[in-house]
């Protein structure tokens, strides 16, 4: 008997230890999915405002500081830095541009483009199982340090925030 539990106990461990996480090549394909079906997609109705527009905040989601042209959005402990950038149009590549010469071998640098506007997710690793992700269309951004696991929802979401801008 004592063979057979610890057989049991074996083979689960060894199950459960494969399932560590996501790979970079899994979350990177995932996340890229999620930011492009987002970037597409109708843009919902604002539904907060900071002085210098309104946006779509998710239900799950709260704003934690407003300044005129940020705030800080907050879901659970995660933190996302959200810039609006008047003085900058919907296709504008400038911020995209400054990320791309400041980080040079990013793990995504995903470009979107559609109606006249341009969008880009890109995200680079900082730490072992930190991630840093910006999206932005145009001149407008949301930026967050995440968990690799979480890339893939934020990054649809953070699109989603974006692209209801106004």
Avoid: H
């Amino acid at each position: 008997m004592k063979k057979w539990i610890s057989l049991i106990a074996v083979t689960l461990f060894a199950l459960t230890s494969g399932c560590g996480g996501i790979s970079d090549k899994e979350m990177k394909k995932q996340a890229e999915e999620s930011a492009s079906k987002s970037f597409e997609a109708k843009s919902q109705k604002p539904n907060e405002k900071i002085e210098s527009g309104s946006f779509y905040l998710p239900e799950d989601y709260s704003i934690s500081s407003k300044k005129p042209n940020n705030a800080i959005l907050t879901k659970g402990g995660q933190k996302f830095l959200l810039f609006i950038n008047k003085n900058e149009r919907k296709d504008s590549k400038t911020s995209y541009a400054t990320l791309r010469k400041e980080y040079k071998k990013p793990l995504i640098d995903k470009t979107f483009t559609e109606d006249g506007e341009f969008g880009y997710l890109f995200v680079r690793k900082t730490k072992e199982k930190e991630y840093e992700a910006t999206a932005g269309i145009g001149g407008n951004k949301l930026t967050a340090l995440i968990k690799k696991e979480d890339v893939p929802a934020a990054a649809g979401t953070m699109m989603k925030v974006l692209k209801s801008i106004q």
